[in-house]
């Protein structure tokens, strides 16, 4: 749901975030694992340490401070730090003959793999992006966006 805005406006939500940021601490989170969900995506999955922010408590209070905000984000399940790594949108040829088993079974190996090479990285997100899409999905599709960078600076 597109909410067009004016350079005033815009302005005025940058300014928002950015002064909700000044009392966000970084996320320090640890790689969990990575797996594959029933839609083909693999995904790593994030464990947040103690003391950081709690990536549920943002959303929430970043929803709360923008109204305007799209009501349906892409984001289903708020309590998860998730990173969506790849996702199959269409299977080698010789993956996809059958039922589809072997696609499922290569695609699973790959996320152990990952998850036994990847386990217990640590991470830490220190900014928060406001991203302002200059058409609809643009982010997704590489066109015309600002970013605006905004340091989380934990008091």
Do not use: Y
């Not at 905000?69 to 003959?97: D, M, N, W, Y």
Request: proline letters at 6%; glycine letters at 6%.
């Amino acid at each position: 749901d597109p909410q067009p805005a004016g350079r005033a406006e815009v302005a005025a939500e940058v300014a928002t975030v950015r002064q909700m940021a000044t009392h966000a601490c970084p996320i320090q989170a640890t790689l969990e694992r990575v797996v594959l969900t029933a839609g083909g995506v693999l995904m790593a999955c994030w464990q947040v340490k103690e003391g950081s922010s709690e990536p549920s408590d943002l959303r929430k209070e970043l929803r709360d401070l923008l109204p305007r905000s799209p009501v349906k984000q892409l984001v289903s399940e708020p309590v998860i730090l998730h990173t969506t790594i790849a996702r199959a949108l269409r299977l080698p040829a010789e993956l996809a003959a059958g039922d589809g088993s072997a696609a499922v079974d290569a695609l699973t190996r790959v996320a152990q793999q990952l998850t036994e090479r990847f386990c217990g990285m640590s991470v830490s997100l220190d900014t928060l992006w406001f991203i302002e899409e200059h058409h609809t999905l643009a982010l997704a599709l590489g066109g015309n966006v600002t970013t605006h960078p905004l340091a989380m600076e934990c008091p």
